[in-house]
């Protein structure tokens, strides 16, 4: 049995958590194969993405306040079996509607890594760990979508897109093994009920949190951004700019390069500086390369360059928020962590897939709607955070006097 505080248990917490990322990231680089060995549309295939994404939201108000009265592991091991199911069903799927319905039993049964991985970090860190442990596990998971799309590349060219769909099966299992290793991170005295007269009360006492809401719509917008770049790079850069899918898969890897930076940035500088100094300052970075990068856009300037560097500097400022504004959101909900996550990520969630869906209505074959939704979102994220979150005093978030 793991030890709760180990590397290893917040490892196996990151490869939760990493799930959501593999699940869009690495068949990124098989959109166009797979609109043609399907014989649909490319707005069908992003809509895969968008419906992922509905679905990752709805379950994930079902399986926060199912592990907030049943503990975590028993509703992680479920959700991998559901997922590990689901991803075959992808890899066999004869036609769009059968992938379309196997991507939404996929996300279904994937939502419960993310959110849950995100709950077992305040169960066991307590409030003023939470978000440089959030960070670290964000610097780590950054590996995740650094590679998915090269792995996913590889296993289109040497063996088809479904092939990927396998890949994402034998991770599942390879979850459900690591999970019978790891302690219960939830002590029974804080098990809630799930009657839902006390689902509601504890819903309506989040969205009446200022800071929960504020700190959740500044995530949102900029994971917005994020998916804008997840549900149009792949047309933008194979199809429009002419970039063979390995090449995708290193371009990727850049992206994935700022977000790294900035998710080390927050965890090394979180017991120096306040969460409202590290917001301030990442918000600023992510609006500055999204409006960038749509100014490039609108201006003609059509190379993958182009759409690369502005987008770096938007994840630098992305993997700042990231882990600070989830503890933040996290932090006065230590009763109802796994509640406060699952509304956190259905928030996030669902903005984000309509700002997915948009650029893929939206997408005349160029780089405008993808660059401009990626520019709007780095701005709804300084606005959200500005206007919003009462600003906490200025001392480092690793300190009691900090903690919202």
């Not at 036609?95 to 049964?109: M, P, V």
């Not at 999204?290 to 182009?306: F, R």
């Not at 406060?340 to 405008?368: E, W």
């Amino acid at each position: 049995m793991l030890n709760p505080t180990s590397r290893a248990t917040v490892g196996l917490l990151a490869a939760l958590t990493a799930l959501g990322p593999l699940a869009t990231d690495m068949y990124l680089p098989a959109m166009p194969a797979m609109r043609e060995a399907l014989g649909t549309g490319a707005d069908q295939i992003q809509l895969t993405l968008s419906l992922y994404l509905i679905g990752f939201a709805m379950a994930q108000l079902l399986c926060g306040p199912l592990s907030d009265r049943f503990g975590r592991k028993p509703i992680l091991a479920a959700g991998m079996g559901i997922f590990l199911l689901a991803s075959l069903a992808c890899a066999f799927a004869p036609n769009i509607e059968t992938l379309l319905a196997a991507r939404f039993f996929q996300a279904l049964g994937g939502s419960a890594g993310p959110v849950l991985g995100r709950a077992a970090v305040r169960d066991i860190h307590g409030p003023f760990e939470a978000s440089r442990i959030l960070s670290y596990m964000a610097s780590v998971m950054a590996l995740a979508p650094a590679l998915a799309p090269v792995v996913g590349a590889g296993l289109l060219v040497w063996f088809g897109w479904d092939a990927i769909f396998l890949a994402l099966a034998f991770y599942a299992l390879a979850m459900l093994g690591l999970i019978a290793m790891m302690p219960e991170p939830l002590p029974k005295d804080r098990r809630q009920s799930i009657k839902p007269s006390a689902l509601a009360t504890t819903f309506r006492s989040l969205l009446g949190q200022r800071d929960f809401i504020g700190y959740t719509l500044a995530n949102a917008a900029a994971f917005s951004g994020l998916f804008a770049f997840l549900s149009g790079s792949s047309f933008v850069l194979i199809d429009y700019m002419g970039v063979s899918p390995d090449v995708y898969g290193y371009l990727f890897a850049a992206i994935v390069l700022g977000f790294f930076i900035g998710s080390m940035a927050s965890a090394k500088l979180s017991r120096r500086r306040s969460r409202h100094q590290l917001l301030t300052v990442a918000t600023l970075i992510a609006a500055l390369g999204g409006i960038t990068m749509a100014l490039l856009s609108v201006a003609g300037v059509h190379t993958p360059w182009a759409v690369i560097v502005p987008n770096m500097v938007y994840m630098v400022g992305f993997g700042i928020i990231m882990p600070q504004t989830m503890g933040g959101a996290l932090a006065p909900n230590p009763h109802c962590a796994g509640s406060a996550s699952a509304l956190f990520g259905f928030i996030q969630m669902s903005i984000a897939a309509a700002a997915g869906a948009l650029v893929g209505q939206l997408h005349d074959g160029t780089s405008h709607s993808m660059a401009i939704a990626i520019g709007l979102s780095g701005m709804l994220a300084l606005v959200c955070y500005r206007c919003i979150v009462t600003r906490p005093p200025a001392a480092p978030v690793g300190t009691a006097a900090t903690e919202n």
